[in-house]
């Protein structure tokens, strides 16, 4: 299989191969592994028990697939990634925006999957040879997933769609062996000495809605174009593009989280999860658990790190998407390292998620209102010229930027921020809201609404067909110079 070539530019429609069971399987597969396992724990490290863990994740992932599974039609249309895609709306440069979010997002989810994966990986071996485990052992093991996970990166998508096949066979088998086997310690009570984090029920349980149930959508808002830009339009019904989006989210993560609260609770793990996971396994189930940290880890990981590396090549022109995979492997690899040896998973994991939500809610918002004004009309050719070096077409703006749609992004942002509330950092609203963190329907409501302000329908984008956009020349099938 040949090194995927293609970067950000735009898929001819002879290479949109394939369809809604291969987006289903790509979003199920790569998504059965620790790294969204483990999201599945943090309500329990909250203190919470089992039936508010279940309704907590339920509800938040629900609420997120919502909001983010229509981002799949964009690049549907525009046969590239959500983040160039979103210079219809932001400008070709302030599409950099969107770059920006995604590669921290991919960024944080491939160090977390390597770290948790590696972690449980060490653990299992220790037990089933007595491997010796601290520094230098954890180091060897995470620079060995590294390898694995940049392989497939760089190989790029063909490769992943068809370990994804195979992963949503093989993870859900080795998660159902899993059930039986900490079925017999399983209790629905809270994890022992572990008090609600925020004091009382609900803020508790609205902080598990949003840090492990809304956060997995939400790590896709830059994501799911990467896979929808290989399928055809012409082909394929959006329609049931949008229904696969929304099946392989739900399924692709309940399912592993919900095995993650599962497990936590056998195990007793309200501090901590991997140690706690690999001590309550039954010796028979030691090699499945290996191999389940393995490829699981390998597949998610992976497909982080293409989106990272297309987000890298999307910011650096330059750049071929190859060599940029293989920079953000290595700033990766690096966080992995920052997470094992100065960091604890509950903080790093709920800061990161909450954070990153605040930053990323309005971004996405914005794209999705500005997709329903342009009734999925795009330009293809004017998306692409901030990664020609070029200058120009519809989406130019002013100086590849559209003033107003940053301006609303950077106060929704702001607003959420302001609204978080994590381990490490509270922000200055959350008096205003009794304590309890709203940051994602802060940030996604302002900065919703001041681009529909700012930007009346009339103006906000030029779509083909319609008026030039201040401060653009347009001609057919061109893209022309209108920096002054």
Known sequence: MAIEQRGVDTVPEEERTSGPRDLVSILLGSNLCLGVIVFGWLPVSFGLGWWASVTSVVAGTLVGVAVTAPLALVSLRTATNLSTSSGAFFGVRGRLVGSVVGLLLSLGYTALTLWIGGDVMVGTLERLIGLPTGGATHSAVYALLAALTVIGAVYGYRLLLRLSQVLAIGMTVLLAVGLVAYAGDFTTAAAPDTPYLLGSFWPTWLLSAVAAGLSGP??????????????????????????????????????????????????????????????????????????????????????????????????????????????????????????????DAQTAMTSFVLLLTAIGTPWAVITLIGHRRCRGEYDAEALQVYNRRSRGGIYWFAAGWHPRATAAWAIGAAVGLAGVSTPLYEGPLLSLTGGIDCSFVLSGIVGGVLYALLTPASTAQAAPGNAEAPGTETVPGALVDSEP
Do not use: E
Not at 237 to 264: E, H, M, N, S, Y
């Open 218 to 343: 939400v790590a896709f808002i830059t994501l799911l174009g990467d896979y929808t830009r290989y399928i055809s339009p012409r082909k394929h019904d959006p329609k049931k593009v949008w229904r696969a989006t929304c099946l392989g989210l739900v399924i692709g993560l309940l399912v592993p989280q919900l095995f993650g609260t599962f497990t936590a609770l056998a195990a007793r793990g309200g501090a901590d999860y991997a140690g706690p996971l690999v001590a309550a396994s039954p010796v028979w189930y030691l090699v499945p658990l290996l191999l389940a940290a393995t490829a699981g880890s390998v597949g998610n990981a992976g497909l982080m790190l293409y989106s990272m590396g297309l987000d890298l090549d999307a910011i650096l022109p330059k750049a071929t998407r190859a060599r940029a995979t293989l920079v953000v492997a290595a700033v990766a690899t690096a966080f992995v390292f920052l997470g094992h040896f100065a960091s």
